[in-house]
């Protein structure tokens, strides 16, 4: 062969390449007019959403698995699964009535016995299956179940309600062979507007509409009310870079992407090609106080002149940015929530060395090391750290940061010898009692008498309004004991491209996209 | 010649079982664990430790080495902690990946290091030649991230040429279309290289462009275009295609962050993303695969050398 022929044959053979290459994008292009792509922070644990709270596990998974409660947009617990529920004098036993008909993605119909199955494994098992208390969980009927409280909890429906770390229904037989096993993606079977297809390892997983959903006859509100796959395929995408998530949906190449830098909201707000979505469930930075062991334990005098000291405004300013993107605010709950109290918050956000100074004093706090563990997997935690670090310094209080990467953190918070507080944050809640510095077990490990006594009234009505009531002199408790130090309120920013139309405005805790248009 | 194969080979297993030891110790000291991680962060202590036991990370270090090592024997590397998937399938699908990155990566380097070196070499000290070399010395110094962010930017964003992130294997739907995926990673990724091959090439050719039977061949008239392309490049090839080896081996280590900022589906994201999750089994079995290739490769290095050089003993 000539240096000629060799030339043609390779301009031939490059120009088939590109050809292919050409034509194959072609194709791609159409099939994701139908799918909508997500751009996920990372890769989910497991969605086997009963065992984990990680939040990218709910927000995929609940669109395959439904709870007997969903939230409106108020945030008040509606019948999803649930049909109607009955609740006895003493508030003990609660009957609920399913509906009827409900397919499961695998063709069965759901039945009383799925329900208990569930309900039971996830009393066991689950991440929050603990808190309804229960003490049985039956089938009383082809289509009711019955909970027996062991106590009273006032929280029941909302905790039937709550996703993340939740009871969702699998079909009975599913869950009688997890047991406290995680359920494997082969049978991720729920009810769901979207059903399972797979889930490939660092690249994506993928739903696709479920034909046969049996949706409510209520308009939408919330997660509450009729829910419609209007998007045939959902893609969840890790992509961890930022900027290449921020670029992937002005590129065309991604519908939606989570968790933007706070400092980039300033320039892609006004970007065409950018639909900003700033979150309407606040998540809230929390510094938490060691109860076990240390300098800190039982020395309220010495965590109020921690408080005493800090600035949240300059913290939120330096960690966040944006101003819309945070609010100072004292409340454990934001405004406009049902759980939304002033009770205790003028000890919040002081900014006052002198009187953190004099406290110190009070509390005979000689100088000594506080240990302030942090992870840098969360630049908002690194950052927040620093900035307290530097304003009780200010106030005389010496800290020692102890920087570790967030897997270190979770293992040496719960050991109580290796530290004095640590940075962490916390989701949107629906009830008090899912807060976890009212979680006794969990690392700062709060407990004290007036602690027991505020929680057993929160738990002991269903009745809201004494509810309410309870929170606010538990919420005054927590300015006072310091468990935990509240932050302040951040609204995360995710970003969409400018034609996908969702059902809400503002971002909900887990994003969903029924009813959704692109 | 067998007795020699065989004590560079038993002393090759003695390496791995070494090796083996040291990658579960030192993976198993980093503190932290995988049970806390993938329950989340409202998991109490109790849940933690029961998920520990149901994963086997409550037994001694010992036997659950013991365990690992005697399945790896059998060519089972364990499930991956977080995924639930056998770890070599996890590391098949991402070495699919990382070499089709590298490959690509390759015949960019080549394409561009190699004829840029061999123009700024004929043109020595002129303006092309200290443009191509000042230009070679910028781009080798640019870190890899961030060409890859700018790519991005440019390519995908603001032309839409090309996407700007994520694969889909060439054996699924749109097979070779899905090529595109690469075009900007790899760029990327060559970006540096290409610069230093650029720069290696260069100096080759103007070493051997010294040597006497150069001179002997302009002597003889031959025309300056074929002295150039049959005498001096094909010899300042030789070192510039023994670099290319060593090139390749650092793509696949180099290829970490440039598989971060594209999505790609890679081995290198994976180790990374394992790391940061505590997924022991695919850290182990990645960087237990790492160790055999090189130890094969030693292997095969020493024991060539004799068909290559019968004067080397063996000794």
Redesign the interface.
Same mark, same amino acid.
């Given at each position: 062969m000539n240096a000629g022929r060799k030339t043609k044959s390779l301009i031939v053979g490059c120009a088939a390449l590109l050809a292919a290459v050409s034509v194959g994008a072609l194709a791609a292009a159409d099939a994701q007019a139908a799918t909508l792509r997500y751009a996920t922070i990372g890769e989910p644990p497991s969605l086997d959403v009963q065992m984990g709270t990680a939040t990218l596990a709910t927000t995929i998974g609940q669109n395959m698995f439904e709870t007997l409660y969903a939230f409106d947009s108020t945030g008040a617990p509606q019948p999803m699964l649930a049909e109607s529920e009955t609740v006895s004098e003493d508030g003990k036993t609660i009957v609920i009535t399913l509906r009827e008909g409900v397919p499961f993605h695998n063709g069965q119909t759901m039945t009383a016995e799925d329900v208990a199955a569930s309900l039971s494994r996830w009393k066991e098992f689950g991440a929050r299956g603990k808190t309804l208390n229960a003490a049985s969980i039956e089938a009383t009927g082809d289509n009711e179940v019955t909970i027996t409280l062991a106590e009273v909890n006032g929280a029941w429906k909302s905790l039937l309600a709550f996703p993340n770390g939740g009871p969702v229904i699998y079909p009975a037989d599913i869950v009688t062979a997890a047991g406290g096993e995680p359920i494997k993606p082969d049978n991720y079977v729920g009810t769901g507007p979207y059903k399972f297809v797979e889930w490939r390892p660092n690249r994506h997983v993928e739903l696709e509409k479920f034909d046969d959903y049996a949706s409510r006859s209520e308009p939408a509100d919330g997660s509450a009310g009729a829910r419609e796959a209007t998007i045939d395929t959902l893609q969840f995408v890790p992509v961890g870079d930022v900027s290449t998530r921020v670029s992937g949906v002005q590129a065309g190449d991604y519908d939606y992407a989570e968790y933007i830098s706070g400092d980039l909201y300033g320039i892609l707000k006004d970007d065409p090609a950018i639909a900003p979505h700033i979150s309407n469930a606040p998540i809230f930075g929390l510094m938490f106080m060691n109860s076990k062991e240390g300098i800190l334990a039982g020395n309220y005098k010495l965590r109020q002149a921690v408080l005493a000291a800090l600035n949240m405004t300059e913290a939120l300013q330096i960690s966040v940015g944006d101003e819309e993107l945070f609010s100072a605010e004292g409340s454990i709950f934001p405004e406009g929530n049902v759980w939304y109290s002033k009770a205790g918050t003028e000890n919040y956000n002081q900014n006052d060395p002198e009187k953190a100074k004099s406290l110190a004093e009070e509390a005979g706090y000689k100088g000594e090391p506080i240990r302030l563990l942090v992870s840098t997997n969360y630049q908002q935690h690194f950052d927040q750290a620093n900035v307290f670090k530097q304003q009780l310094a200010r106030a005389g209080i010496n800290v020692e940061l102890n920087v570790t990467d967030w897997a270190t953190l979770l293992k040496e918070r719960g050991e109580p010898q290796s530290w004095d507080m640590f940075m962490t944050h916390h989701g949107p809640s629906p009830d008090p009692v899912l807060l976890t510095f009212m979680n006794a077990s969990y690392p700062g490990w709060w407990t004290s008498e007036e602690r027991n006594a505020d929680l057993a009234k929160l738990v002991g009505t269903s009745d809201l309004a004494e509810r309410q009531e309870a929170w606010a002199t538990t919420q005054a408790l927590v300015y006072e004991q310091i468990p935990a130090v509240k932050v302040g309120d951040v609204f995360s920013f995710d970003i969409g491209s400018p034609q996908l139309k969702t059902t809400w405005d503002r971002a909900p805790a887990f994003p969903y996209f029924w009813g959704a248009t692109k | 010649m067998w007795g020699y194969i065989l004590k560079r080979t038993a002393a090759a297993l003695a390496t791995l079982v070494a090796a083996s030891v040291l990658i579960f110790i030192f993976i198993h000291l980093?503190?932290?664990?995988?049970a806390? %991680?993938?329950?989340?962060? *409202?998991?109490?202590?109790? /849940?933690?430790a029961?998920l520990r036991t $149901?994963l086997g990370l409550d037994e001694p270090l010992f036997v659950q080495y013991f365990y690992w090592a005697g399945s790896a024997l059998q060519g089972d590397l364990g499930r991956?902690i977080?995924?639930?998937?056998p770890v070599t399938s %996890?590391i098949a699908?991402?070495a699919q990946t990382s070499i089709l990155l590298a490959s690509i990566t390759m015949v960019w380097v080549v394409l561009i290091g190699v004829p840029v070196g061999v123009i700024a070499a004929m043109r020595r000290g002129s303006w092309l030649d200290q443009g191509l070399s000042g230009l070679a010395m910028l781009l080798a110094s640019i870190p890899t991230f961030w060409v890859g @962010?700018y790519l991005?930017?440019v390519f995908?964003?603001q032309l839409?040429w090309l996407?700007?992130?994520?694969?889909?294997s060439i054996f699924e739907?749109?097979? @070779?279309?899905? @090529? $595109?995926y690469l075009i900007l990673p790899s760029l990327a990724l060559a970006t540096p290289n290409a610069a230093l091959i650029l720069r290696l090439t260069r100096a080759s050719m103007l070493d051997v462009s010294k040597e006497d039977y150069v001179r002997t061949a302009r002597a003889k008239g031959i025309s300056p275009r074929q002295v150039t392309l049959r005498h001096i490049l094909r010899n300042a090839l030789l070192v510039v295609v023994s670099a290319f080896g060593f090139t390749f081996a650092a793509l696949i280590s180099e290829a970490v962050v440039t598989e971060? %900022?594209? *999505?790609l589906?890679g081995i290198g $994201?994976?180790v990374v /993303?394992s790391i @940061?999750? $505590?997924d022991y089994p695919v850290i182990q079995g990645v960087i237990l695969v790492i160790v055999c290739l090189y130890l094969v490769l030693n292997l095969l290095v020493d024991i060539s050398y004799r068909f290559l050089d019968p004067r080397v003993e063996l000794e």
């Open positions: - | 980093i503190p932290g664990e995988p806390a %991680v993938m329950l989340g962060d *409202a998991a109490t202590p109790d /849940q933690v029961a $149901r991956s977080f995924f639930d998937e %996890v699908d991402g @962010l991005i930017l995908a964003a839409g996407p700007s992130s994520g694969y889909p739907e749109g097979g @070779l279309a899905n @090529l $595109r971060t %900022v594209f *999505a589906p $994201r994976t /993303q @940061l999750r $505590r």
